[in-house]
């Protein structure tokens, strides 16, 4: 399922503190410095129009969330959305997320990564395109602080299994670990849009998660 047009992100709406380009983040790595605070960091990997974020942000105040995503008018669009809500504990970044967890973000930095409904990249010559690849997931492993965890949900089962075979070959990290699927009562009660589509279409979503020892 591919993605639909956005709406335009209003020009009266600041992003100021929600928003920021690769190009834009210091040199080094600085909490401080994105959220005027240190708390525990979670990170999402393909941020898309950021319910994720939008939820999870309101759901655990006392965590930061920082959102990465590499389509800006995505980028600028999940941020909007946080800014509305005033949420000064969630972050987007538009950028290339593989770069920036191999030469940006500092070991043991997070307690948790998100990797939600990632692009399958279809075509076997394009496998080396997806998100899930061997030097992505050490840096994953060298990133999370010891208990963090991996979580990764997709509806593609081709991509699924491969992938966890792939975390066991180049990680330590413990798992695949089952997660429930939890009934939703609510549109915001979907984790992505891509869950809420695939789970409304009554197809399957494939959940783990995995811990670092």
């Not at 047009?5 to 600041?14: M, R, T, W």
């Not at 759901?59 to 959305?81: N, Q, T, W």
């Amino acid at each position: 399922m591919g993605r639909r047009s956005l709406p335009k992100v209003d020009k009266q709406v600041d992003l100021t503190h929600n928003f920021r380009t690769s190009e834009e983040l210091p040199d080094a790595w600085s909490a401080q410095e994105l959220f005027l605070r240190k708390a525990p960091l979670e990170i999402e990997v393909g941020t898309g129009k950021g319910l994720f974020l939008q939820r999870a942000s309101e759901v655990f105040p006392d965590h930061d969330f920082l959102g990465i995503e590499v389509a800006r008018k995505y980028a600028r669009f999940a941020a909007s959305r946080l800014a509305k809500k005033e949420r000064r504990n969630a972050v987007v970044i538009s950028g290339d997320a593989l770069k920036l967890f191999a030469e940006w973000i500092p070991p043991q930095a997070a307690v948790a990564v998100h990797v939600y409904f990632p692009d399958p990249w279809w075509k076997k010559r394009h496998h080396k395109r997806r998100v899930m690849n061997e030097a992505f997931l050490r840096n994953v492993e060298r990133v999370l602080r010891s208990g963090g965890r991996l979580h990764f949900w997709t509806d593609v089962e081709e991509y699924y299994r491969p992938s966890l075979e792939l975390i066991h070959e180049a990680t330590k990290l413990d798992g695949p670990h089952p997660v429930d699927e939890e009934a939703a009562d609510h549109t915001l009660d979907y984790r992505t849009h891509f869950e809420r589509r695939t789970r409304l279409a009554g197809l399957p979503v494939y959940r783990c998660e995995f811990i670092k020892p």
